[in-house]
């Protein structure tokens, strides 16, 4: 499908964020926040839609509208992949821009029921320059406090105290898809004890399919969510992801539903 046009202030005039950082440009001499100081907090993100932030969850018109005319439980559940695309994009355009979000969850990420086609990144009150000058910040635990953002989503970077990476950001992305899709997660009813759930997560770290499993319970896998969560598994912490690859992997699930990236999204 053809990507949508990116709306917002262009990557080259930058946004200045409350921290005195320019998001999008260089830091402003002697007004950006140093990396050990914590994250910039910027109101909002050049290119990234936003606007009065909807509730998440209200149904966007009927099932069979986004699904080829099928209906039911697991027609709704592979239309919610539709959430991946737009996501993938917005944070490929942070990355680019030297940032990561930092705090990827359910929570964050909204659907205007009004214009279901627009999903909405928020929440960046962890926002992290992992590339200052284009240089990667090493891979160091406990170099801060453990366990910062969303404990159910975030990735072990962030339990292990690491600055986050790209990785971070897509790891966490993986894990709401798996609780959009089944509800939950195997860590869920571990909440809010940190150390548990991070143990799950290395646990199912290079299982994925058990990982899968234990999420869906009685129902069907989804083959397509496996490959994504395999390769953002795998990602090494300063690796570049393949963007691309992250959501046409979940082509053949669209495709069974008659479903077109970018298509509305039903709840």
């Known amino acids: 499908g053809v990507r949508p046009e990116r709306r917002g202030p262009s990557a080259e005039k930058g946004l200045a964020g409350p921290t005195g950082t320019e998001l999008g440009g260089r830091p402003r001499p002697g007004g950006s926040r140093g990396l050990g100081e914590g994250p910039a907090c910027p109101d909002r993100w050049p290119g990234v839609p936003w606007g009065d932030r909807p509730r998440r969850g209200v149904r966007a018109g009927p ?3 986004t699904t080829g005319g099928r209906t039911g439980p697991a027609a709704a559940r592979v239309s919610r992949l539709l959430l991946l695309f ?3 994009d917005a944070l490929e355009f942070i990355h680019e821009n030297e940032y990561v979000h930092g705090n990827i969850s ?3 990420i ?3 029921p009004d214009t279901p086609g627009q999903v909405t990144l928020a929440g960046y009150s962890f926002v992290f320059r992992y590339c200052p000058g284009g240089k990667h910040v090493p891979c160091v635990e406990k170099k801060r406090d453990p366990h910062q953002g969303t404990l159910e989503f975030i990735s072990l970077d962030l339990h292990r105290g690491t600055d986050p990476s790209r990785r971070s950001d897509l790891q966490a992305l993986g894990y709401c898809l798996l609780k959009w899709l089944y509800g939950a997660l195997p860590w869920t009813g571990q909440l809010p004890d940190a150390q548990a759930v991070m143990g799950q997560k290395e646990r199912f770290l290079y299982n994925v399919a058990e990982l899968v499993r234990r999420s869906c319970g009685q ?3 989804s083959e397509a969510l496996k490959a994504f969560l395999k390769a953002v598994m795998a990602l090494q912490y300063e690796e570049k992801p393949d963007y691309r690859m992250l959501q046409t992997v ?5 495709e069974q539903y008659h479903l077109m990236p970018y298509s509305p999204i039903s709840f």
């Open 63 to 65: 099932a069979g509208a």
């Open 86 to 88: 737009p996501q993938v």
């Open 106 to 108: 359910a929570e964050n």
């Open 110 to 112: 909204f659907v205007n």
């Open 219 to 221: 129902r069907k896998p």
């Open 250 to 254: 979940l082509a053949p699930a669209l």
